[in-house]
């Protein structure tokens, strides 16, 4: 990768967590279950509301591409990943996009690069894939 690529990543990592630092992390799935719930509240109310687009869409998308489907399974990836050394976003991003290799992990969340040797990152996913395959 040429050096001036390397620099502006750099600068965009760098300003993408100041610029977030306080902020908090959801899950896709956590959103879903939010989203979930309050279209559940608005069900069982005497004056039910006509949800936006923008919500139904919302919906739609986290339960589509949300990749644990209860609590519990939610709850055990976040305190997994939450052991670990890492920034919120690179927890979030990781449990969102279950990568399957360190490498792959390395490419779409470039922050992990020498903060995690690969083998920890290959027991961190693998733990993920599992927790994964034994959701009911």
Do not use: W
């Not at 993408?16 to 279950?33: K, R």
């Not at 919500?55 to 052991?83: D, H, P």
Request: net charge negative; charged share 35%; aromatic share 8%.
């Amino acid at each position: 990768m040429c050096e001036r690529l390397k620099e502006t990543r750099s600068k965009i990592i760098v300003f993408f967590f100041v610029e977030f630092e306080n902020a908090e992390t959801l899950l896709i799935s956590e959103v879903y279950m939010l989203l979930e719930h309050r279209k559940a509240q608005n069900e069982s109310a005497e004056e039910e509301q006509e949800f936006s687009e923008v919500f139904m869409k919302s919906l739609t998308y986290t339960n589509r591409f949300g990749r644990f489907k209860n609590k519990e399974t939610i709850a055990a990836v976040r305190s997994l990943l939450m052991q670990k050394k890492l920034h919120k976003f690179e927890l979030a991003s990781l449990a969102n996009l279950c990568p399957e290799t360190p490498e792959e992990a390395k490419a779409l969340i470039p922050s992990l690069e020498g903060r995690l040797e690969d083998e920890e990152l290959r027991t961190i996913l693998e733990d993920i894939q599992t927790k994964r395959s034994l959701q009911y």
